[in-house]
C-alpha cells in the first residue's frame, strides 16, 4: 500500500503558523520575564519555546516540499 501521511497536507501551513506563531510569543514572554540567578520557569519557557519552534520549522519545510 502507498504511504499515507498521518497528518493531511493541507494543513501543513496552518499548523506551520500556529506552531512558529506560538514559539515567537513564548519568546517574547521569555525576554519579558524578570531575570533572577536561575529560575526553573525561564527554562521551561525557554525549552517550550525551542520545541515549538523546532515543529513549527519542520512543518513549514515539508509544506515547501524539503522532507525532514
Excluded: M
Excluded at 501543513?12 to 524578570?34: D, Q
Excluded at 519555546?49 to 519545510?61: E, M, Q, T, Y
Amino acid at each position: 500500500p502507498p504511504f499515507s501521511p498521518a497528518i493531511p497536507t493541507t494543513l501543513l501551513p496552518y499548523i506551520a503558523l500556529l506552531l512558529c506563531s506560538a514559539a515567537f510569543l513564548l519568546g517574547f514572554y521569555f525576554t519579558t520575564l524578570p531575570k533572577t540567578a536561575f529560575s526553573i520557569r525561564e527554562v521551561l519557557v525557554a525549552l517550550v519555546a525551542s520545541i515549538l519552534a523546532g515543529f513549527g520549522i519542520v512543518a513549514l519545510f515539508n509544506y515547501l516540499g524539503v522532507y525532514v
